[in-house]
């Protein structure tokens, strides 16, 4: 593709992306397909001579559109958000036409300076305390797998990373069994083995009990185990729930344990000054991530990722083959040595753009309005007699079963709902039962699309059975 045509296809592009921002709810939410549908319409082999770009522009309409689930419908209440932002798509496109490949200073010196600029600027939105410097992560996944592997290197003294595992004692991992399942994952990854993972029960509001996790600590410790790592969640994936997380911090201290706390979704509400509250005891942290790329209008993927002892987590993942090797790597931070790969996109944009776009006002509006939908979600469904609320309902998500039948019909209900695709609920299970979750999260989402949510839930309850 030459330039002149690079130019004239972009600009039908953009259009088309502005069409689809203009009209984010244009498309049915979930395709209609099949499993191996989509693939049968794509040619077996690649083709052999140059395709007309009209063509292939044609077939991401006709082909590929039609697949794709739509997160950014604004009648989007399933999972949590993924969000975009129109200032957001805009940097997208500026990275890629950039290209730059950012694993050190050197690499790109402004994507690494910029991207501890806007580190900073979200740890001053957060109010986090001192002490914490930041970096992005892809995924919480991939902070929490870091942030366990900093402190298997810590506990050993950077043995276990030059000698391999240190078999004499057992290292464990404290999560609570509502824990999102990135934390086993990353306990099995990090090599600790997934029967060194201690779920804490939850209270009757699925917190981890603090009280039972000094009782395991202390169990381990007499049996001659090493506890090594505890993970608290601000916002649980089912119903948002919030550990205890000054108690657990401070009893993290007290026995020398890595203390992460992983905020994906919820930690992004510590940027109203009403709500920072739920970062409550985060001075205790040995580690803390949350994800733009969820409630901060951020494309998917940024994640937030800060640490307070640098020099460990650098211990554990400097590399300095020659041939990476800089005149400047005693000055400046190479990113490369603050997580998992090498290579590394040039993700601050993004986020310049975002927080600049909006303002942090205009983001925290954005947010106050979403938790004004959701507690209108949360007192419409509290006031049916037959249904009933499980969890709590301030972080946006409201979590709900009809108690006019059984799990199989909560599952038809969802169904039901789902069916007419403007809207889209996905459940969870809660003390073993069945329950649909309601989240307001997605940028374009008003009040009439969340009234219509609710009224495909009250038409799926009135054609249910009873
Ligand atoms: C969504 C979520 C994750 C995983 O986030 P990724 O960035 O997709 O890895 C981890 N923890 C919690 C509490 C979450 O809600």
């Known amino acids: 593709m030459d330039p002149k045509d690079f130019r004239s296809w972009a600009h039908e592009l953009v259009d088309w992306m502005a069409d689809y921002v203009e009209d984010s709810g244009r ?14 319409q794509f040619d077996i082999a690649p083709p052999e001579s140059a395709e007309p770009f009209e063509q292939i522009f044609r077939d991401f309409q006709d082909k590929v559109v039609p697949g794709v689930t739509h997160w950014n419908h604004p009648g989007w209440f399933a999972y949590f958000p993924a969000n975009h932002s129109p200032p957001s798509i805009l940097a997208e496109m500026l990275t890629a036409t950039l290209g730059a490949q950012c694993m050190s200073w050197e690499t790109s010196p402004v ?17 986090l305390p001192d002490g914490f410097t930041g970096v992005i992560q892809d995924t919480a996944s991939t902070a929490t797998l870091v942030a366990l592997l900093t402190a298997r290197e810590r506990a050993t003294d950077n043995r276990w990373g030059s000698e391999g595992p240190q078999a004499a004692k057992a290292h464990r ?13 990353a306990v099995k990854l990090a090599g600790f083995g997934l029967e060194n993972l ?45 550990d205890p997380v000054r108690a657990i911090g401070e009893l993290a201290k007290e026995y020398g344990v890595w203390f992460h706390v992983d905020g994906a979704y919820a930690a992004s509400l510590g940027i109203l000054p009403e709500r920072r509250d739920l970062l409550d005891g985060l001075e205790h942290a040995d580690s803390f ?40 790597d005693a000055d400046v931070k190479n990113f490369r040595d603050w997580g998992i790969q090498l290579g590394r996109r040039f993700r601050a944009l993004k986020l310049w753009f975002v927080i600049r776009s909006y303002g942090v006002e205009g983001l925290r509006e954005k947010l106050r309005h979403h938790l004004e939908l959701g507690d209108f979600v949360a007192e419409t469904i509290g006031g049916w007699n037959d249904f009933e609320i499980v969890g709590p309902t301030d972080q946006g998500l409201t979590c709900f079963r009809w108690t006019g039948g059984d799990d199989a019909a909560n599952a038809e209900l969802m169904r039901r709902a789902n069916e007419p695709n403007d809207v889209r609920f996905t ?3 809660i003390d073993g039962r069945f329950v649909i979750r309601f989240c307001v999260g997605q940028l374009y989402t008003e009040r009439e699309h969340v009234e219509l949510g609710l009224r495909r839930i009250r038409e799926a309850a009135d054609s249910l059975p009873r």
């Open 289 to 328: 991530v949350f994800n733009p790329h969820k409630w901060l209008f951020t494309n998917f993927d940024c994640s937030a990722y800060y640490v307070r002892d640098v020099d460990a987590l650098l211990r554990t993942f400097s590399t300095s083959p020659e041939y990476l090797k800089t005149a400047h």
């Open 111 to 127: 994507a690494t300076e910029l991207e501890e600029v806007v580190m900073d600027w979200l740890a001053q939105m957060l109010d």
């Open 427 to 429: 459940h969870t299970a």
């Open 198 to 242: 201690v779920l804490i029960p939850g209270d009757e509001q699925h917190r981890m009990d603090a009280e039972a996790l000094r009782q395991a600590v202390e169990r381990d410790i007499d049996l001659g185990h090493l506890p090594t790592a505890v993970v608290a969640t601000i916002g649980t994936t089912s119903t948002t729930s919030i």
């Open 27 to 40: 498309y049915p939410i979930q395709p209609d397909v099949a499993p191996g549908e989509m693939r049968a």
């Open 173 to 185: 991992i404290y999560t609570s069994e509502h824990a999102h399942s990135s934390v086993a994952k």
